[in-house]
């Protein structure tokens, strides 16, 4: 169909190229262009779908790590090699983390908030370059207490 094929260095031709006005009927009579999209968005959920199947089989190992743990520790009272309460507080923030919980005094943000990031408006870089030279003129008053 007038596609080139390379084997070591050669060059075989399979018949004669298509003209372009063949290639744009054959196209549109078996609509190529709408297959091909479609072909793509079912990749691309077929993708997805797989992301978010690994995202779930990594939170379930995480939680039975941390349950495996826990009952380590019950069963561990009268052991000889205890678990540190490190090893403790490390499964239980993997766990909170990967459910997407927070582990304490931090959030967890999973996506930025695009209302936030908006450039600072004339009377905040005002205030920002007020700020820097009072932190300028803060340090270089440190600097010459220091050196007397």
Same mark, same amino acid.
């Given at each position: 169909?007038?596609?080139?094929?390379?084997?070591?260095?050669? +060059?075989? +031709? /399979?018949?004669?190229?298509?003209?372009?006005?063949?290639?744009?009927?054959?196209? $549109?009579?078996?609509?190529?262009? &709408? *297959?091909?999209?479609?072909?793509?968005?079912?990749? !691309?959920? /077929?993708?997805?779908?797989?992301?978010?199947? $690994?995202?779930? &089989?990594?939170?379930?190992?995480?939680?039975?790590?941390?349950?495996?743990?826990?009952?380590?520790?019950?069963?561990?009272?009268?052991?000889?090699?205890?678990?540190?309460?490190?090893?403790? !507080?490390?499964?239980?923030?993997?766990? *909170?983390?990967?459910?997407?919980? $927070?582990?304490?005094?931090?959030?967890?943000?999973?996506?930025?908030?695009?209302?936030? &990031?908006?450039?600072?408006?004339?009377?905040?870089?005002? /205030?920002? !370059?007020?700020?820097?030279?009072?932190?300028?003129?803060?340090?270089? +008053?440190? *600097?010459?207490?220091? !050196?007397?």
């Amino acid at each position: 169909m007038g596609r080139e094929l390379e084997e070591q260095n050669s +060059r075989f +031709r /399979l018949g004669k190229r298509p003209a372009l006005k063949t290639l744009f009927q054959w196209s $549109s009579n078996f609509q190529w262009v &709408q *297959r091909s999209k479609l072909w793509d968005e079912e990749k !691309k959920e /077929l993708m997805t779908l797989e992301f978010q199947r $690994s995202e779930k &089989q990594r939170a379930i190992k995480v939680s039975r790590l941390y349950e495996k743990i826990g009952t380590y520790l019950l069963f561990q009272v009268n052991r000889a090699r205890p678990i540190t309460v490190d090893d403790f !507080k490390k499964a239980w923030e993997m766990f *909170r983390t990967e459910s997407g919980l $927070s582990t304490g005094k931090t959030e967890v943000a999973h996506t930025i908030n695009e209302e936030d &990031q908006k450039p600072p408006t004339p009377e905040e870089q005002a /205030l920002g !370059k007020e700020i820097d030279q009072a932190i300028k003129n803060f340090y270089d +008053r440190q *600097r010459n207490t220091t !050196k007397k």
